[in-house]
């Protein structure tokens, strides 16, 4: 397994990794009409814009299995909500399922605290659905819940759950 910064001729295995591990986490949870619908052209286009136009402070790690082929990504930079430049956020953290339960996750977590670090965050957060089976791997890893807000994806509502690393500086995994 090796976990690099992604480029953008990564986008389809992003895109691919993004569509799966939405079907298969939020199965039973999202409507299968809004699951079914995820379209793999629509994200793939979406991932090379966003790997080849970056912003200021953000970036995207990528986990590649054994094969070479991207299994995962993790998605960050400045936090969205209160926009200070100390501030980071974890935009998205998705592995295949197949994957899951190995590491990896953990892995690309330290790898992200690292350059975090370098990049002079003191902080970060995450959104996450209540119902996300993640929710336990973010508390695991120390995080607090900070805040809570309803979203609507589709046609259905849900509580989305603000996780708080506040010193990320002392923090170790």
């Known amino acids: 397994m090796k976990i690099r910064f992604a480029q953008p001729e990564d986008a389809a295995g992003i895109a691919q990794v993004h569509v799966d591990s939405w079907k298969t986490t939020y199965k039973g949870i999202i409507a299968d009409a809004y699951l079914d619908k995820l379209s793999m052209e ?13 912003e200021p402070g953000e970036g995207v790690l990528v986990a590649e299995n054994e094969r070479g082929q991207v299994c995962g990504f993790l998605d960050y ?4 909500e209160t926009g200070r ?3 980071a956020e974890l935009y998205a953290v ?4 197949s994957e899951q339960r190995k590491g990896i996750g ?5 790898v992200l605290l690292e350059e975090l670090r370098k990049k002079g965050y003191r902080s970060l957060m995450v959104w996450v659905l209540e119902q996300n089976p993640a929710v336990r791997f973010y508390q695991k890893l120390g995080s607090e819940e900070i805040e809570r807000k309803e979203i609507r994806i589709g046609e259905q509502s849900f509580t989305e759950i603000a996780l ?7 923090l170790t995994i």
């Open 106 to 110: 953990r892995a690309m977590f330290g």
């Open 94 to 97: 998705y592995l295949l399922q």
């Open 42 to 54: 629509e994200h793939r286009t979406r991932w090379e814009k966003r790997l080849s136009q970056p």
């Open 85 to 87: 430049a100390q501030e």
């Open 77 to 80: 930079g400045v936090d969205r």
């Open 164 to 170: 708080h690393w506040p010193d990320i500086v002392q």
